[in-house]
């Protein structure tokens, strides 16, 4: 069974912090996704990393995909408060298939508070 | 409307009953998916569409649960003999293509089933 693990699970920093919350695996993955979601809302789509050793910039938001394709980091330079959400990593093996079948397997999510 | 609809919102039922929870996904999106997100954890899969026939209902819990999408647009989750257990929101995505890298998910605000 492949599962993801994101750390940490909580994270409360005040703004203008720099953060990296984290996204590992035992298994390899064929892409991975991050996705951001606030409460009451549906997740949304931020990145999504196909290649190992990959680096993707979103504005403040910097994501890197592991050289094993195994693990990601989520890196946020001078958090500010609309920041605050759950941030949740997804990933999706292609198997056979060479193609998204649709069965993203998330991980539990780091929520993250950016205080004023 | 010009994102994924999900209806209800909110749903509070006993235990034992039936539930029908329906998905109307963004025009044109031929890939439709189910999620389940309990409290604290990250949203797990469930069954996928590609166009009227689940491609994958690998995830469905057990056969309480049954999905359908007739006419390749609008889908509805069906839960029978609800159990406290089934008690999470129930969150629809749909893409506008499936079987390649994973394309953009749109996720809908989610359907909070409530069992008491």
């Known amino acids: 069974t492949q599962l993801l693990e994101q750390s940490p699970q909580f994270l409360s920093i005040q703004e203008g912090e720099n953060l990296t919350v984290y996204c590992n695996s035992s298994?390899?993955?064929?892409?991975l996704q991050w996705y951001r979601q606030e409460p009451g809302e549906g997740p949304v789509l931020l990145v999504t990393v196909v290649t190992g050793g990959e680096v993707k910039k979103l504005k403040r938001l910097t994501f890197q995909f592991g050289d094993a394709r195994k693990d990601s980091s989520l890196h946020i330079t001078a958090a500010q408060p609309g920041d605050t959400g759950l941030y949740l990593c997804a990933g999706e093996d292609w198997g056979i298939y060479g193609g998204s079948q649709g069965n993203l397997i998330f991980g539990k999510g780091t929520k993250l508070s950016v205080k004023p | 409307g010009a994102g994924v609809s999900q209806t209800p919102s909110n749903k509070v039922t006993e235990k034992g009953k039936y539930v029908e929870l329906r998905c109307d996904p963004i025009s044109g999106h031929t890939a439709l998916y189910w999620y389940r997100q309990s409290l604290g954890q990250g949203p797990e899969f469930l069954i996928y569409?590609?166009?009227?026939?689940?491609?994958?209902d690998s995830g469905l819990p057990n056969d309480r649960f049954f999905a359908v999408r007739p006419e390749g647009s609008v889908s509805t989750l069906k839960i029978q003999r609800t159990e406290r257990g089934d008690s999470a929101v129930y969150l629809c995505?749909?893409?506008?293509?499936?079987?390649?890298?994973?394309?953009?998910?749109?996720f809908g605000e989610g359907s909070r089933l409530t069992v008491l």
């Open positions: 298994s390899v993955f064929s892409s």
């Open positions: 569409f590609q166009g009227t026939g689940a491609a994958d």
């Open positions: 995505a749909s893409s506008l293509i499936a079987g390649g890298p994973t394309g953009e998910l749109f």
